[in-house]
């Protein structure tokens, strides 16, 4: 008996997805240059030579200090956790479920981000580069300095 179909069959080759995925990542990058560096970076940090690269560029260097222009990362706050009186925040930075970024916090700055901050709050971020995972990626930076988008848009 021949398959009868309602709907119309519909094939997409893996190159058409391909190209079409490249252009929405391209777009988002040129819409939020924060982002396109924080790729641009995980790139470099999940290849082979992740660990030459995080040890010459980004080890004890403060990330993104301005490189391409970007001032703060921005990423979706996790989890808050507090370790021997240390704030830790773990956030999502390319896609705001799932966590590739630690900051830490000083014992002076922690109480002030254990109280200010909430799991699903937006937040901009800069701080020094202490280590890296590569699967599942993460970075973790310490001294982070951190605001929420809408303190940072209101004192533009």
């Known amino acids: 008996m021949p398959l009868k179909m309602t709907r119309p069959l519909c094939i997409v080759s893996l190159?058409?997805?391909c190209v079409a995925a490249a252009a929405a990542i391209d777009e988002s990058?040129?819409?939020?240059?924060?982002?396109?560096?924080?790729l641009a970076v995980k790139r470099q940090l999940i290849s082979e030579q992740g660990e030459n690269y995080f040890a010459s560029?980004?080890?004890?260097?403060?990330?993104?200090g301005g490189a391409n222009g970007v001032r703060y990362f921005r990423g979706t706050i996790l989890i808050i956790d507090r370790?021997?009186?240390?704030?830790?925040?773990?956030?999502g930075v390319e896609d705001p479920n799932r966590a590739d970024a630690?900051?830490?916090?000083?014992?002076?700055?922690?109480?002030?981000?254990?109280?200010?901050?909430?799991?699903g709050q937006?937040?901009?971020f800069d701080g020094v580069a202490?280590?890296?995972?590569?699967?599942?990626?993460?970075?973790?930076?310490?001294?982070?300095g951190i605001h929420s988008i809408e303190e940072n848009e209101k004192n533009q």
């Open 15 to 17: 190159a058409v997805l």
């Open 29 to 38: 990058t040129q819409t939020a240059p924060s982002l396109g560096l924080w």
């Open 57 to 64: 560029s980004l080890k004890d260097a403060e990330i993104p």
């Open 83 to 91: 370790d021997n009186g240390v704030a830790k925040l773990t956030l």
């Open 102 to 119: 630690i900051l830490l916090f000083s014992p002076a700055n922690s109480k002030r981000v254990l109280s200010t901050f909430k799991v």
């Open 122 to 124: 937006l937040v901009e």
């Open 130 to 144: 202490t280590s890296f995972v590569k699967d599942p990626f993460s970075l973790t930076v310490r001294e982070a």
